[in-house]
């Protein structure tokens, strides 16, 4: 009997799931998408199930609403999955014909600049955004267009602000698998190949705790107000400030290791 060739076993099993490609060097973000990811993509059958019921009761004249939202509930919640899970098996849409001929270490820089520069900061943005957006929709009890719909649609909005909090996860974990083929990786390096995201993230976290102490500290302002009081105008630079403050701390206390190390 011929022995079998682990190699060949490992190469396909990477083929037929993505999750186990260099899974050796997954941290716990990436586990953590790949884990929804494999949940989520149990949400395409049923959708096939729902979509093909659905049209053979409209055939037979018993069309139900709910089943037409459930649809979108699904493919929605599945899509936005698979936006993270595509960062983590490093399956998104690139030029390949030039990207796999070049060296681990100039694709690991590409990655770097992609990631870090371009991809998060659109990611933490809209996540912004979409937390107001599922909280107002949430306010409003917004439900179905369709008196027989499903009608917690603030449900499915909350979930788009999750979900993007999940690719930001899984993002961070790829920036610092790519940052282990150039260097050891380092809080205040992390920082650098995710600056203008992290910026942001730094500014947003000072901007809404500035909002809260001027809305505690002054109950009657109006809220719609708020955000035009002066203390919250250098919120830009206080959250620069901090990323600055912790990167030189993360440097300095790197140097200090290694110089005890040594």
Same mark, same amino acid.
């Given at each position: 009997?011929? @022995?079998?060739?682990? #190699?060949?076993?490992?190469?396909?099993? @990477?083929?037929? #799931?993505?999750?186990d490609?260099?899974r050796?060097s997954?941290?716990?973000?990436?586990?953590?998408?790949i884990n929804?990811?494999n949940?989520?993509?149990? %949400?395409?059958?049923?959708?096939m199930?729902?979509? =093909?019921?659905?049209v053979?009761?409209?055939?037979? &004249?018993?069309?139900?609403?709910?089943l037409?939202?459930?649809q979108?509930w699904?493919?929605?919640?599945?899509?936005?999955?698979?936006?993270g899970?595509?960062?983590?098996t490093?399956?998104?849409?690139r030029?390949d014909?030039?990207?796999?001929?070049?060296?681990?270490r100039?694709?690991?820089?590409?990655e770097?600049?992609?990631? &870090?520069?371009? %991809?998060?900061p659109?990611?933490v943005?809209?996540?912004d955004?979409l937390?107001?957006?599922?909280y107002a929709?949430f306010?409003?009890?917004?439900?179905? #267009?369709?008196?027989n719909g499903?009608?917690?649609?603030?449900?499915?909005?909350g %979930?788009?602000?999750?979900l993007?909090i999940?690719?930001?996860i899984?993002?961070?974990?790829?920036?610092?698998?790519?940052?282990?083929?150039?260097r050891?990786p380092a809080?205040w390096?992390?920082?650098i190949?995710?600056?203008p995201g992290?910026w942001?993230?730094?500014?947003? +976290?000072?901007y809404?705790?500035?909002?809260?102490?001027?809305r505690?500290?002054?109950?009657e302002?109006n809220?719609r107000r708020?955000?035009r009081?002066?203390? %919250?105008?250098?919120? +830009?630079?206080?959250g620069l400030?901090?990323?600055?403050?912790?990167?030189?701390?993360?440097? =300095?206390?790197g140097?200090?290791?290694?110089?005890?190390?040594?």
């Amino acid at each position: 009997m011929s @022995e079998i060739n682990t #190699d060949t076993i490992d190469h396909v099993t @990477e083929i037929s #799931d993505p999750g186990d490609r260099n899974r050796e060097s997954h941290l716990w973000g990436d586990r953590l998408m790949i884990n929804l990811g494999n949940i989520a993509a149990w %949400l395409f059958p049923i959708l096939m199930v729902a979509i =093909v019921a659905q049209v053979f009761m409209r055939k037979f &004249g018993f069309n139900q609403a709910w089943l037409d939202d459930a649809q979108w509930w699904m493919y929605g919640a599945a899509l936005l999955t698979g936006f993270g899970y595509a960062i983590t098996t490093d399956s998104h849409v690139r030029v390949d014909i030039l990207h796999d001929g070049y060296s681990p270490r100039k694709k690991a820089r590409i990655e770097l600049v992609a990631l &870090g520069w371009c %991809l998060l900061p659109f990611l933490v943005l809209m996540t912004d955004i979409l937390t107001h957006y599922a909280y107002a929709s949430f306010i409003a009890r917004e439900g179905s #267009d369709s008196p027989n719909g499903l009608h917690g649609l603030y449900i499915l909005k909350g %979930l788009i602000p999750l979900l993007f909090i999940a690719a930001i996860i899984a993002t961070f974990a790829a920036l610092h698998r790519n940052l282990a083929v150039l260097r050891k990786p380092a809080l205040w390096s992390l920082i650098i190949a995710a600056f203008p995201g992290v910026w942001f993230l730094a500014e947003r +976290m000072v901007y809404y705790s500035l909002w809260w102490v001027v809305r505690f500290t002054n109950p009657e302002l109006n809220p719609r107000r708020i955000g035009r009081e002066p203390l %919250l105008e250098p919120s +830009m630079w206080y959250g620069l400030a901090i990323v600055i403050i912790i990167a030189v701390a993360s440097l =300095v206390l790197g140097k200090r290791r290694q110089t005890k190390a040594s």
